[in-house]
């Protein structure tokens, strides 16, 4: 079915309307050289297809016209050149786990499901690097690390390929003592959108030749390039980890806490922030018994000596500013336990409202107007019509209001949308960004227009326009269509 944008200067969900432009069934001479070179991993099964046309966004399932199974770098040089010929989108697809519509077939065309490419192709302990294929999962990465002594940092909480976190930028909650994928991708093979196959920097630690290529793929959502190889920083694996829990009375007085503790340079490796309702929602899901209040959960890293010494300066920072509560996870299980609680927090969001979907933001501001943004958005919501709940990786100033709404409602979608758009707003006011670690996708297009200019939207339009002249690598997202020439080629000639 063919789908619009309703939009009224904000970033809108796609319904469908009579009035869209009508899509194109895949010319035959396609099908007939992608079944001879894919064979069975070639498929237009409605249920695969359906499987490849959502991901964990609110939007409506939008399947593509057929998809393919790559397994290798030259598989998916074949499937670019027959899109590219044939004019047919081509969207790339991980482990679906993206948040901002970034899988959904737009445009129809071609699903290309890098998941079968996960080898691991090498480890270099000595140099702490890994390069894998585009598939391979942060977890599947760290087990097979585990007895290295060296493991792959960034977590953003779902098992997503590496491959997927590089298109997106992705981070999580070890960001502000690891960074995100912007500092630990190293190298990059990606496949461009005439098929050709180009290698991005060394696995030397830094390099000052030419234009940074890995940079310029490194979120961009599949709209440039197909990356089939990433190459990784790794790290060692902390000889001593600790956890703790403090809850506080004001959510000011958590994230100034927060904000303390990055100021003076204490290298926490988590920090996270939970409202009170938030932390219901885990006591109900998770089986913890939290108090009902503004919270901050922190991790330590280190050697015992350091992990004791972090854990004691933030704990009288905390202690100045009202906390209370003060409990330490040393224990594996323990820590485990908690940071399990956190990771689940999505699912006990919605829990908390059987039927709902969960629409998040993800703004970032710089740490010093932090609590600023998160009171904001805390105020913004307080006539919402529907439950809402604040939780964010605060220790790099990041953090996301879950907006529990009821999918069939369309009062209720409009709603959200007008929230989301004044927390963005205010963040964007505060020098921030739309978003810190989801991605633009299709949801957030009208918001990188508001936070970079139009100079800056130009610059990558002619990006785009230099590196996929068609348009056929995931249509529609990113930067918005318009008299620019940023909207799709896609005239699928016979």
């Not at 482990?95 to 970034?102: K, M």
């Not at 180009?198 to 490194?218: C, E």
């Not at 909207?487 to 000639?493: E, H, S, T």
Request: with cysteine; hydrophobic share 45%; proline share 6%.
């Amino acid at each position: 079915m063919a789908a619009h944008l309703v939009s009224g200067g904000t970033a809108s969900f796609p319904v469908p309307a009579a009035s869209a432009p009508a899509r194109q069934p895949l010319p035959q001479v396609l099908i007939g050289a992608l079944q001879q070179h894919f064979g069975s991993r070639f498929s237009r099964a409605m249920a695969v297809r359906a499987q490849h046309g959502r991901d964990e966004s609110v939007y409506p399932c939008m399947p593509p016209d057929a998809v393919v199974f790559a397994e290798s770098t030259a598989d998916v040089v074949v499937a670019v050149k027959l899109c590219a010929e044939h004019r047919v989108p081509l969207i790339p697809y991980g482990a679906g786990s993206s948040l901002e519509g970034h899988l959904l077939a737009l445009h129809g065309g071609l699903s290309l499901d890098l998941s079968r490419m996960n080898q691991i192709l090498a480890i270099h302990p000595e140099d702490m690097t890994a390069t894998v294929q585009a598939g391979v999962t942060r977890r599947q990465l760290n087990t097979e690390l585990d007895q290295s002594g060296l493991f792959f940092p960034i977590d953003p909480g779902a098992d997503a390929s590496l491959g997927g976190m590089a298109a997106t930028r992705a981070s999580g909650t070890n960001a502000v003592r690891y960074g995100s994928m912007r500092e630990n991708v190293l190298a990059l093979t990606v496949v461009t959108a005439a098929g050709r196959v180009v290698k991005t920097g060394t696995r030397a630690r830094k390099s000052s030749a030419g234009y940074d290529l890995t940079r310029l793929f490194v979120g961009s959502e599949g709209t440039l390039g197909v990356i089939t190889e990433v190459t990784v920083r790794l790290y060692p694996q902390p000889e001593a980890v600790s956890a703790a829990v403090c809850s506080f009375d004001s959510v000011a007085d958590a994230i100034h806490t927060v904000i303390q503790t990055i100021q003076l340079g204490v290298p926490v490796a988590r920090s996270e922030f939970l409202c009170e309702k938030m932390i219901r929602a885990l006591n109900a899901h998770s089986k913890t018994g939290l108090r009902e209040a503004p919270t901050l959960f922190f991790e330590f890293q280190g050697s015992p000596d350091s992990v004791e010494e972090q854990a004691v300066q933030v704990q009288a920072i905390a202690r100045d500013l009202g906390g209370m509560n003060f409990e330490w996870a040393i224990r594996p299980e323990d820590r485990s336990r908690l940071w399990n609680a956190r990771h689940n927090a999505l699912f006990a969001a919605t829990q908390s409202r059987p039927g709902c979907r969960a629409i998040s933001t993800d703004t970032c501001v710089p740490i010093s107007r932090l609590a600023a943004s998160l009171e904001g958005a805390r105020q913004i919501l307080l006539d919402a019509p529907f439950p809402s709940m604040l939780v964010g990786h605060v220790g790099d100033g990041n953090f996301h209001a879950l907006l529990l709404v009821n999918p069939d409602s369309p009062q209720e979608m409009a709603a959200a949308e007008r929230l989301n758009g004044e927390i963005v707003r205010l963040a964007i006011a505060m020098d921030g960004t739309c978003t810190g670690e989801h991605g633009i996708g299709l949801h957030k297009m009208d918001y990188l227009v508001e936070e970079a200019g139009a100079e800056a939207i130009a610059l990558m339009g002619l990006l785009k326009q230099s590196l996929d002249p068609h348009h056929i690598l995931n249509p529609g997202k990113v930067l918005v269509s318009g008299p620019a020439g940023l909207g799709p080629d896609l005239d699928y000639p016979r």
